[in-house]
């Protein structure tokens, strides 16, 4: 079956982030008014790592740019050190000269169906995002649409599949509530970007990857979705790619 995609196979995990970060650099260089649509997730870790030394070395400005998180969990506060909005605040926005009135995030402890409507709006009215990063999950969920997620679905709440739920528990410390709710642009959304950038590193994302790339199209696989995408590129480390022939 003929896809689109542009597959990347790199060979260590620091090659297919910083790729990754590359790519949002040169996009910041060639539009400083980017519209930029930020993952989160272990994957993403190296890639604001190398994103942030790289505006440091070459005096990169995201002045002009507009930033919008992918999704959250339901129930944490921004301030909450396991909500994605930290996550970005502490990884990369603190970090570069993005103004914080053009930082865009669900608010996860107040969200209800009306957020999750309005934060469709806000992407509507200053997108279509330039570039969107995505992490792809165990079961390749992107953002956390889940397998069965509409293909033209918007923001909205999820639940949150037990497979995503067991790869998060990381994240959660032995004493705290993990969430189990999700509020999340739809696959729908994502797809209005104008450029989507995968990044998949390790074993555990194999599967996913080959799903996506060699099946066809299924709502059983979200991340297939991308395939209808006319502008995506996925970087892969050696391992993310093992099952490809
Ligand atoms: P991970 O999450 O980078 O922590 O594996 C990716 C995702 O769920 O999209």
């Known amino acids: 079956m003929g896809t689109r995609l542009r597959i990347h196979k790199l060979t260590t995990k620091k090659q297919a982030s910083d790729a990754c970060a590359y790519l ?11 519209v930029l649509g930020f993952a989160t997730g272990g ?13 440091k070395q070459r005096k990169l400005s995201f002045a002009e ?20 909005a930290y996550y ?10 993005i103004p914080k009135q053009s930082i865009y ?9 009306d957020i999750a409507q309005q934060y469709q709006q806000n992407l509507d009215k200053y997108g279509p995002i330039d570039i969107q990063l995505l992490g792809i999950g165990v079961n390749a969920h992107i953002a956390f649409n889940e397998p069965g997620s509409d293909f033209n679905s918007l923001c909205r709440l999820v639940q949150l599949s037990t497979s995503t739920l067991t790869s998060n528990a990381k994240y959660f410390e032995s004493n705290t509530m993990q969430a189990s709710k999700g509020i999340t642009m739809g696959i729908g959304s994502i797809l209005k970007a104008k450029h989507i950038v995968l990044l998949a590193v390790g074993q555990s994302k194999a599967e996913a990857i080959r ?6 199209q299924s709502l059983s696989c979200p991340a297939s979705a991308l395939q209808s995408h006319p502008n995506v590129d996925v970087l892969l480390d050696k391992d993310a790619a093992s099952l490809l022939s």
């Open 88 to 97: 970005l605040q502490k990884r990369l926005y603190q970090h570069i000269d």
């Open 24 to 34: 949002v650099c040169k996009q910041i260089i060639d539009k400083p008014s980017s």
């Open 43 to 55: 994957t993403m870790e190296p890639v604001y790592k190398s994103l942030v030394a790289e505006y």
């Open 105 to 113: 995030f669900p608010k996860g402890d107040i969200a209800t169906d």
């Open 65 to 84: 740019s507009v930033a919008f998180s992918l999704d959250e969990y339901v129930g944490l506060a921004p301030e909450h050190p396991q909500s994605f």
């Open 211 to 216: 799903d996506m790339i060699c099946n066809e």
